[in-house]
């Protein structure tokens, strides 16, 4: 059984930070990719950041630059750096885990390749 939790979410002015983290117990696959999606209301899910076993990152174009991923020594938590944020990234932000043998820097971005999912945590940036 596997959980995910995040959190770090809030309210900021844009040009702002925030930190997000994806916590995750219970067992992980040998072969795991770990990824972040954010998704606004009318809009389909869109794929922000994603990590696999390797430690290779992957980043959605809208955000590269100015997302930053890394874990904590244990592998247990995933922290998402957001930096100069803007009014545009405004969204719920899940955090999702799946099982990606092959072809990650391309499937990592669909949503329907992770297995468990977190509640979400909404992130508003204002002008």
């Known amino acids: 059984q596997v959980e995910v939790v995040e959190s770090g979410g809030g309210s900021v002015q844009a040009g702002g930070s925030l930190r997000l983290s994806c916590t995750v117990s219970?067992?992980?696959?040998?072969?795991?990719?770990i990824g972040w999606f954010r998704q606004v209301p009318g809009k389909e899910r869109e794929g922000v950041a994603a990590?696999?076993?390797?430690?290779?990152?992957y980043y959605g174009d809208s955000v590269k630059g100015r997302f930053t991923l890394s874990q904590d020594n244990a592998k247990t938590t995933l922290y998402l750096q957001i930096n100069s944020l803007k009014p545009e990234d405004t969204a719920m932000y899940y955090c999702a885990v799946g099982r990606i043998p092959w072809n990650t820097a391309i499937l990592w971005r669909r949503s329907g390749m992770y297995d468990y999912w977190g509640q979400g945590t909404q992130v508003t940036v204002s002008s």
């Open positions: 990590i696999d076993t390797g430690a290779n990152t």
């Open positions: 219970g067992y992980i696959y040998s072969n795991y990719c």
